[in-house]
């Protein structure tokens, strides 16, 4: 039977000291490559407006992810707000960028560590921490709490990829599956439309570091996911997001046998309908493109996203319950 890599750890003790270690980091925060270094533990917020304890804006049972991880139950999902980013097109910006409406969604470890459960309780295949960036140390200890009420299920770090690679290294042994978003390949678009400098030589090799941990993608006997790195790549009009070049890399630097998501569900949500370059859907040509190249590259293991998933991934955080009014459409 798969057993989570923090369950060990949590009876080693390395759980807690990573979390102390983590906290510690708090005081002068680096958690994240913005390296703001305000106080959280004393109040202070840098880029994130986030403090000591986590901003939980919804959980719920996923069954928009990829197939592996949403499997027949959902995918336990995690929401957490506020975000390191600030990407002009984010399908999420009612709980990403809107930090005074989310200072009342601020929770103790203990409800983040019962919620984790909760999702557990509904028989999710996994807890999926949606934009862990910025509460890394928050996430740790509450699991520090929730594994000894009971909580089994194997962890999903589902990531924009403005990582720390320090931060990421801690995380070795306790995330079970990385999903992180390869968004970009250039610097400048990175800056210009998502607010988050250097982010390539951010990205790339925390997304190395979460490959040398858990390697490969790996099921269990019902085709879920129990341990590995999964990429996704959102495909933006006009080229924006790099895609053959990002690609490119993964095979070389990465692996030939990575597993990928290719997206096509881009709209212009929150500002980018302002925004000339981002105001429409990705054409069929675009996307077709990008399909050509995982397949010149040899990209075999993965999902190609259909094209009509721009009309159903449309979440509302300000609705009652479950912010999906049907399921998503993750890729396929």
Known sequence: MFEPGYVALFRSGELARRAGLLETRLQRCDICPRRCFVNRLDGQKGFCQSGALPVVSSFCAHHGEEPV????????????????????????????QDPVRQQVNEVS????????????????????????????????????????????????????SFDSLQTIELLDGIVDIYLPDIKYASNRWAMRYSMAPGYVGFARPAIKEMYRQVGDLRVDGDGVAEKGVIVRHLVLPGGLSGSEDSLTWLVRDVSPTITVGIMAQYFPAHKAAQIPELSRTVTSA????????????????????????????????????????????GPE
């Open 69 to 96: 991880l949403s499997g027949t139950r959902g995918s336990g999902t995690i929401f957490f707000g506020n975000c390191n980013m600030r990407c002009v097109f984010c399908q999420n910006h009612q709980i990403s």
């Open 109 to 160: 470890f203990r409800v983040l560590a019962d919620d984790m459960l909760q999702l557990q309780d509904l028989g999710c295949h996994n807890i999926n921490l949606v934009s862990p960036s910025h509460f890394v140390p928050h996430i740790v200890r509450a699991l520090v709490e929730a594994v000894p009420m009971g909580l089994h299920l194997p962890l999903v770090y589902n990531t924009g």
């Open 286 to 329: 675009e996307y077709s493109a990008v399909v050509d190249a995982v397949n010149r590259l040899g990209l075999e293991n993965g999902w190609l996203q259909d094209m009509a998933a721009e009309r159903n991934y449309r979440p509302d955080f300000g609705a009652e319950g479950h912010p999906f009014e049907q399921p998503a459409a």
